[in-house]
Nanobody
Framework: QVQLVESGGGSVQPGGSLRLSCAAS????????MSWHRQPPGKERELVAS????????KYADSVKGRFAISRDNAHNTVYLQMNSLEREDKATYYC???????WGQGTQVTVSS
């Protein structure tokens, strides 16, 4: 059974940083791409970043390029999202997703306010 558990969300001031983690189980983690998505209040879910199975290639939404970094640790079945220079517009619930079967985690909330 696929399980994805996100953590690391919280409240931060503009310009601050957070590191999100997603612990995966129930599938061969190192064989599949992973991605982070977010859903701002009242808006649709959007792709933030993706990473290939080995971590050799990453892609980002234009809105987060240069500020966010996705990475993975295949030895520990975990994918990360380092978020720097956070802006109010980054406020959202963040979800990780496995390209194994399109499953999602339960999400972790990020709030950016002064």
């Amino acid at each position: 059974q696929v399980q994805l558990v996100e953590s690391g969300g919280g409240s931060v001031q503009p310009g601050g940083s957070l590191r999100l983690s997603c612990a995966a189980s129930g599938f061969a983690f190192s064989n599949y791409a992973m991605s982070w998505h977010r859903q701002p209040p009242g808006k649709e879910r959007e792709l933030v970043a993706s990473i290939t199975p080995t971590g050799s290639r990453t892609k980002y939404a234009d809105s987060v390029k240069g500020r966010f970094a996705i990475s993975r640790d295949n030895a520990h079945n975990t994918v990360y999202l380092q978020m720097n220079s956070l802006e109010r517009e980054d406020k959202a619930t963040y979800y990780c997703c496995t390209w194994y079967d399109g499953n999602w985690g339960q999400g972790t909330q990020v709030t950016v306010s002064s």
